[in-house]
């Protein structure tokens, strides 16, 4: 197999059941390669945009232009340019890094607590929007962390930035949030829709929320916002999240006549292409959830609680979301997906005496877990390598520092940025 993604392999593929495991997480990157992604769902035939099987003609357009936020826009865009190429009249997108696109002003923004950085590409978006007619195509292109990257009023990036401070404290889920940061926002909640009246919206989204919720995705740019500032409000007022200037999203059903919204990729793209690679290599598999929003603990009660006893070993245990973590002010270093593992070890859930084949990885799927590695993968092995060090899973988790935990043990897994992002991805082996 071609290892694509994992640039450590040879350092964590040490045993038979690890290289499974980790072959598994390759087929659940593969399948969300954003560029691939686009490569097969987008085709231009004869000037016939054919996106997912609806046709689009380009003669009933003067402009073409496009726009985007998120983790994967960047690339997505790089590679809807090889599509279109010069029929795109204007673009700008705004991702975590540049990249070289030549119809299409690409934006670094930051994330995931916004800044300065973003307002410059929001303003962009916004004027090339902003006086677009019923002669217009715009293909905007909506990805996961695009409701940090997209800001725009002003206002938006220091709101932004506040919500977030308080939110990491909060415990809350990411649906929650993305409804307070609508009611910050010109353009999310639909309100990019409202700007860009009456022109023809493609929404192209790759959706990193669980459970399906795809207005959810970036906080819904080109969706239609069922909530209210008073739903907003009272998120804040239970939370105790502070004081914010909202504004109410566009309501009106004529916004929204002209709009077409195509789901590319999600959370369970990923989980069934890691299925079937599992049953590809000859094991049983099951999909636990791909809507794991519970606290760490709970979800890995979720997941290993279904994987116990002798019949239910050679297995392989799949399971997606954003299990929630409450991070202290003093925290140390590391996402979700490193916390997870170290919860795990503390839980005694992978150990020396407990499923001593079994193998445990947690990761994100854009490669990034609040650090420069997308996760850990955890067996007995992790356990024998922490007792030689000294290291005791419970002072890391006290500490919020699972990632030098992790790297002490050497088993951080290494990807780089993705592209894409669908939300964190776990596997559990248990075979004999």
Same mark, same amino acid.
Do not use: W
């Given at each position: 197999m071609l290892q694509k993604w994992i640039k450590n392999w040879a350092e964590l593929a040490t045993t038979p059941n690890r290289k499974i495991a980790l072959e598994i997480m390759e087929a659940g990157l593969g399948s969300i390669d954003t560029s691939e992604v686009i490569k097969s769902k987008i085709k231009l035939d004869n000037n016939i945009l054919i996106v997912d099987s609806q046709l689009f003609d380009l003669n009933e357009f003067k402009k073409i232009k496009v726009v985007?936020?998120?983790?994967?826009?960047?690339?997505a865009a790089l590679?809807?340019?090889?599509?279109?190429?010069?029929?795109?009249?204007?673009g700008a997108v705004v991702s975590l890094e540049k990249v070289d696109c030549k119809h299409i002003e690409t934006f670094a923004g930051m994330h995931p607590r916004p800044s300065e950085k973003n307002i410059e590409a929001g303003k962009k978006i916004f004027e090339i929007i902003s006086g677009s007619n019923a002669e217009d195509l715009i293909i905007v292109l909506v990805?996961?962390?695009?409701?940090?990257?997209?800001?725009?009023?002003?206002?938006?990036?220091?709101?932004?930035?506040?919500?977030?401070?308080s939110f990491l404290k909060s415990g809350k889920t990411i649906s929650e949030i993305n409804t307070v940061r609508k009611h910050l926002s010109l353009l999310k909640g639909g309100g990019l829709v409202k700007i860009a009246?009456?022109?023809?919206?493609?929404?192209?989204?790759?959706?990193?929320?669980p459970g399906d919720i795809f207005e959810n995705v970036a906080s819904g740019a080109t969706y239609k916002d069922e909530t209210t500032i008073a739903d907003a409000q009272k998120i804040i007022t239970e939370n105790n999240l502070g004081d914010f200037n909202l504004i109410e999203t566009p309501k009106e059903d004529k916004y929204f006549e002209k709009?077409? =919204?195509?789901?590319?990729?999600?959370?369970?793209t990923a989980v069934e292409a890691m299925e079937k690679k599992g049953e590809e290599l000859g094991l049983e598999t099951k999909i636990i959830s791909t809507? @794991?929003?519970?606290?760490?603990?709970?979800?890995?009660?979720?997941?290993?609680?279904?994987?116990?006893?002798?019949?239910?070993? =050679?297995?392989?245990? @799949?399971?997606?979301?954003?299990?929630s973590v409450v991070v202290p002010k003093n925290a140390g270093k590391g996402g979700r997906n490193l916390h997870m593992g170290l919860e795990a070890i503390k839980m005694k859930l992978i150990d020396k005496e407990n499923f001593q084949n079994s193998v445990f990885i947690s990761f994100a799927s854009d490669g990034m877990d609040n650090s420069d590695v997308?996760?850990?993968?955890?067996?007995?092995?992790?356990?024998?390598?922490?007792?030689?060090?000294? @290291?005791?899973?419970?002072?890391?988790?006290? =500490?919020?520092d699972s990632y030098n935990f992790f790297q002490k043990t050497g088993d951080q897994i290494i990807t780089g940025p993705t592209g894409a =992002?669908?939300?964190? @991805?776990?596997?559990?082996?248990t075979k004999k």
């Open positions: 985007g936020f998120g983790k994967s826009s960047g690339v590679a809807l340019e090889k599509i279109l190429g010069d029929k795109i009249t204007a990805s996961g962390g695009g409701s940090a990257l997209l800001c725009y009023p002003e206002d938006e990036y220091i709101q932004g930035a506040r919500l977030y401070d009246y009456p022109a023809t919206i493609v929404g192209l989204i790759f959706s990193d929320v709009v077409y =919204n195509f789901v590319l990729v999600s959370n369970k809507d @794991l929003y519970d606290e760490v603990d709970k979800a890995l009660q979720k997941i290993f609680q279904i994987s116990r006893g002798p019949s239910l070993r =050679n297995n392989i245990f @799949l399971a997606a979301g954003e299990p997308a996760g850990a993968i955890v067996d007995k092995n992790t356990i024998e390598k922490a007792e030689k060090l000294g @290291l005791k899973a419970e002072d890391f988790l006290n =500490n919020f =992002n669908v939300s964190d @991805l776990m596997i559990l082996l």
